[in-house]
């Protein structure tokens, strides 16, 4: 499994103001790129703050009738009983931690780190902190849902147990069922201190807003 960052992976970066001694990594959702992201980011960063948004590889992906479009991993559905793209999710994964530690080197400590995106870049972004062994300050992600969800068995252990969570949905979101979000949101809390998991819906809005 490939660890290093390649140049599909290199990302679109909202340098801090000042000294730089946080960052946010933000994952963008399939089909996009990270250069929106960060024009977005604008206008609420912070001047210690440094934001990368990271870009996905192109690749072939089932649920998009097998078009190449910049995708984390391959999807074959949006349902709890679909079948993941296992090994997919895990290279991914590795992938961002890898930029993650490049940044831990530059002197942005991991604890000063938090991650998050939307549908499918949230999704990655849930998975990487359940399985980290570096501590994140916390992880936020907008129509999303928990990979791998069969195999989180327990409470996680580590610096994570007491990550904050933060879980957010349109409901009007045709695309991930409410179902999902309620499935992760139960196992959320089953895994880390469930008084820091926070499920927040938004009337109105549906899965591209």
Known sequence: MCCNITSALLPAVLPAT????????SLHGLGDTGHGWVEASAGI?????????PRAPVMPV???????????????????????????????????KAYRDQEVKHGIPSHRIILGGFSQGGTLSFY?????????VGVTALGHWLPLLA???????????????????????????????????????????????????????????
């Open 18 to 25: 000042r000294k730089a001694t946080a960052a946010g990594i």
């Open 45 to 53: 960063r912070s001047s210690h703050i440094k934001s990368f948004c």
């Open 62 to 96: 089932t649920l998009n009738m097998n078009v190449a479009v910049p995708s984390w991993f391959d999807i074959t559905g949006l349902s709890p009983d679909a079948q993941e793209d296992e090994l997919g999710i895990k290279h991914a994964a590795e992938s961002i």
């Open 128 to 136: 990487i902190a359940l399985v980290t062994e570096q501590k994140l």
């Open 151 to 209: 195999s989180c068995h327990g409470p996680i252990s580590g610096a994570n147990r007491d990550i904050s969570i933060l879980q957010r949905r349109g409901d009007r979101d045709p695309l991930i069922p409410l179902r999902f979000d309620s499935l992760t949101a139960e196992k959320l809390k089953t895994v880390v201190n469930p008084t820091n998991v926070t499920f927040k819906t938004y009337e109105g809005m549906m899965h591209l807003h």
